[in-house]
């Protein structure tokens, strides 16, 4: 009982903020319209029963009146005025149709409202970034963005109104069955509505058994999940280092990686085709014999002329919809256990964001302060690494507003790693960094992000692509030495993979024209670039943008000349150098 009260603790953290926010209103007002759609159903199979039991008895008694009116019109019975068919079964259809169209409609909304807020999580304070590097466990987030809220959503309110409706049906067909099935008399004892205490010890009996050969299923379907990811994960990184990989030959290797990856699936997936063939093997034996278990117990009545055939066959309707409605675990236990994997998948995830966030929230790490200041300075700053391993200890410097700065350093030293602490999202480490207050920052690491969409996009990147006027982005374009692109600014293609590391860098390089930052960090951004073509850039940032502060990492000697200053990383120390 414990673990199913977490399980709906979790569950209901999940799900409760939707039914609590500015959607709330309409969000209930779509859901009671389908609980209602929902309970009508059950009214509908009711008056089938006993539709279904008149029927029947027409048959019996060979009486074509009642069986054409029964069809398409309708005539008064012992249980009152009974529909024709053909009006119970269009009012049916129609409560079905909207009742599957209206549910489809929450789901979407719902959906839309659950990813939106857990994007705002990860995106908010790094948190994606954080997690990243500190909670290896919480693996492919994008599954459990894309497709876990998902599968949360639908099995949510598929197995919520199957459960809902199969409570309503259970107690609807029991005063149904409680009147047809009369007394029984066993060890002297009579037993009135005997029938409803035979269906209750299946169902009790086979859902206890259900469990027993099922659960196993549990844990099968959380880890089939993650090895699904994971194998999907490995296919794109191939596709987006499809340059790499073919330029080193590395097919071999990548193919042993992926089939190691597929092999962890199969694997897998063999364990869950053996405990669902278990699970299929009780639960495919068990309804077959629900068929016909009420009428072998409805048939002495029959035989001995108690009940017409109409009633036998309401009789065993009405036990099935009751035994169903008590087996209702046994025929959604996978399901079940589907959607327990999917709520602890999400859960994890939620924590690890509220673990980023709380971290960033208590300053963990180096802690970058926004202040009423023209300048930067950097104050205690020690860098480590995930392993502990301290890069940089005690760091102190000052960097003025307009300065040109070079840092530089052998490669490992922890220059790219400082520029991350100074951007406030490096984890490892201690110290304060002084940042100038609403100053328009842009780093530019050595390899460019590029957004999927158009080369605008691209080029305007983080601003919007509206924020710009079409000559500025083209002028920004013929700068970098991209004039060439400018027809097609709008077309949308896989750009990192159209684009050389030479072009993309250069798309970076109009970025910085185009936004025009007051401090620009270049992390080794013109390293694809000839010495000529990065001169030229250097020189170009010294006209175009007079007042930016640059602060640069580069290995190439010619570089120190377009910065008035250097740092130097030595030996775990940021010394002042002559640049």
């Known amino acids: 009982m414990r673990r199913i009260g977490s399980f709906l603790h979790d569950t209901w953290r999940i799900a409760g903020p939707y039914w609590r926010s500015e959607e709330r209103w309409r969000a209930r007002l779509l859901l009671g319209v389908v609980i209602a759609l929902n309970l009508s159903l059950v009214g509908m199979n009711v008056l089938l029963s006993y539709w279904n039991r008149e029927f029947f008895n027409a048959l019996q008694a060979k009486d074509a009146e009642a069986f054409w009116a029964l069809l398409f019109w309708w005539r008064q019975t012992e249980s009152g005025p009974m529909p024709g068919f053909v009006f119970v079964a269009a009012l049916y259809i129609l409560i079905a149709v909207y009742q599957l169209y209206l549910r489809q409609a929450l789901q979407i909304r719902w959906r839309s409202w659950l990813t939106r807020r857990v994007l705002d999580g990860w995106l908010a304070e ?21 497709e876990d809220l998902r599968f949360f959503v639908d099995n949510t309110l598929a197995l919520g109104l199957g459960l809902m409706r199969s409570v309503v049906t259970l107690f609807s067909f029991v005063l149904v069955l409680w009147g047809l099935s009369g007394p029984a008399t066993l060890l002297g004892i009579e037993i009135p509505g005997y029938m409803v205490w035979v269906a209750l010890a299946y169902a009790v009996l086979g859902t206890a058994l259900a469990h027993l050969v099922g659960r196993a299923l549990i844990p099968l379907n959380f880890n089939q999940q993650r090895v699904e990811a994971d194998f999907r994960y490995a296919l794109v990184r191939l596709r987006d280092n499809a340059e790499g990989i073919a330029l080193y030959g590395g097919e071999a290797d990548e193919r042993r990686g992926l089939l190691q990856r597929f092999h962890a699936l199969i694997e897998n997936w063999w364990q869950i085709m053996v405990a669902t063939k278990r699970l299929t093997f009780f639960t495919a034996g068990y309804s077959q014999v629900a068929i016909v278990f009420p009428f072998v117990v409805g048939a002495p009545a029959y035989f001995a002329g108690r009940i017409p055939l ?20 046994v025929d959604n236990y996978r399901d079940l256990t589907e959607w327990r994997a999917t709520v602890r998948r999400i859960t994890g995830f939620l924590d690890a ?57 052998p490669s490992g030293a922890g220059k790219s790693t400082l520029f991350r602490a100074i951007a406030g999202i490096w984890p490892f480490g201690s110290g304060r960094v002084h940042v100038p207050k609403d100053a328009t920052v842009l780093f530019l690491p050595q390899r460019p992000y590029l957004p999927l969409g158009s080369l605008r996009r691209a080029v305007c990147y983080p601003r919007a692509a509206t924020d710009f006027a079409d000559a500025e982005v083209r002028e920004a374009l013929d700068l970098a030495g991209l004039g060439h692109l400018a027809p097609r600014l709008d077309e949308e293609d896989a750009w990192d993979h159209r684009l050389s590391g030479g072009e993309q860098q250069r798309v970076a390089l109009a970025r910085a024209l185009l936004l025009k930052p007051q401090w620009l960090f270049l992390d080794e951004a013109t390293a694809s670039l000839d010495p000529e073509a990065e001169a030229r850039f250097y ?21 120190a000349q377009y910065h008035r200053r250097a740092l130097r990383v030595r030996e775990g120390r940021l010394v002042e150098a002559a640049s």
């Open 126 to 146: 790094r948190a994606y970034y954080r997690i990243a590097l500190t909670d290896p466990g919480t693996d492919n987030p994008d599954q459990r963005i894309a």
């Open 310 to 329: 109409g009633g036998l066959t309401q009789t065993a309707d009405a036990f099935g919809q009751v035994q169903g409605s008590l087996s209702w675990i």
């Open 353 to 409: 964001i509220e673990a980023a966030r709380g971290a960033a929230a208590a300053g963990a790490g180096v802690q970058a302060l926004a202040e009423a200041r023209p300048d930067m300075a950097m104050d205690g700053v020690t860098l480590a690494l995930p392993d502990g391993r301290v890069l940089l200890e005690g760091a102190a410097a000052r960097i003025g507003q307009g300065e040109a700065v070079l840092v530089a350093g």
């Open 539 to 559: 020189a170009l940032l010294q006209e175009r943008l007079p007042g930016t502060t640059l602060v640069s990492i580069a290995h190439r000697p010619a570089v």
